[in-house]
C-alpha cells in the first residue's frame, strides 16, 4: 500500500515558474523509480520526467532545457522544477512510483495536480 500526495499546482503566468512536490508513504521500496506525468484535455498521459534512486533522469524532449526533476530518498519525496512554462505545458499532473523493472501502469498514481498556463 502506497500514497502518494502531490502539491504546488496552481496557476501561472507563461514564462513563470512552479515546483511540485510528491511524497510518498508507505510500503516504499529505495529501488523505486519516480516520476511525473501529465495529461491534457483531449490528449492521453505523457511522460514528463522520471528519476532512478540513483539519480539518473530521463525527460520529454518538450521539456527538456526547462524542467529539472529530482528527488530526496530520505523523505521519499520527488521533485520537479518548471520554468519558462509556456500555455502549452497547462496539464494535470500526475505523480508515479514504481519497481525499476516495472512499467507505470504497474505503479502508484497521485491524485493529481493542476497546472495552468496563462495570461
Known amino acids: 500500500q502506497v500514497q502518494l500526495v502531490e502539491s504546488g499546482g496552481g496557476l501561472v503566468q507563461p514564462g513563470g515558474s512552479l515546483r511540485l512536490s510528491c511524497a510518498a508513504s508507505g510500503s516504499v521500496s529505495s529501488r523505486v523509480v519516480m516520476g511525473w506525468y501529465r495529461q491534457a484535455p483531449g490528449k492521453q498521459r505523457e511522460l514528463v520526467a522520471d528519476i532512478t534512486s540513483g539519480g539518473s533522469t530521463n525527460y520529454a524532449d518538450s521539456v527538456k532545457g526547462r524542467f529539472t526533476i529530482s528527488r530526496d530518498n530520505a523523505k521519499k519525496t520527488v521533485y520537479l522544477q518548471m520554468n519558462s512554462l509556456n500555455v502549452e505545458d497547462t496539464a494535470v499532473y500526475y505523480c508515479?512510483?514504481?519497481?525499476?523493472?516495472?512499467?507505470?501502469?504497474?505503479?502508484?498514481w497521485g491524485q493529481g495536480t493542476q497546472v495552468t498556463v496563462s495570461s
Open positions: 508515479n512510483v514504481r519497481g525499476p523493472y516495472d512499467p507505470p501502469s504497474f505503479g502508484s
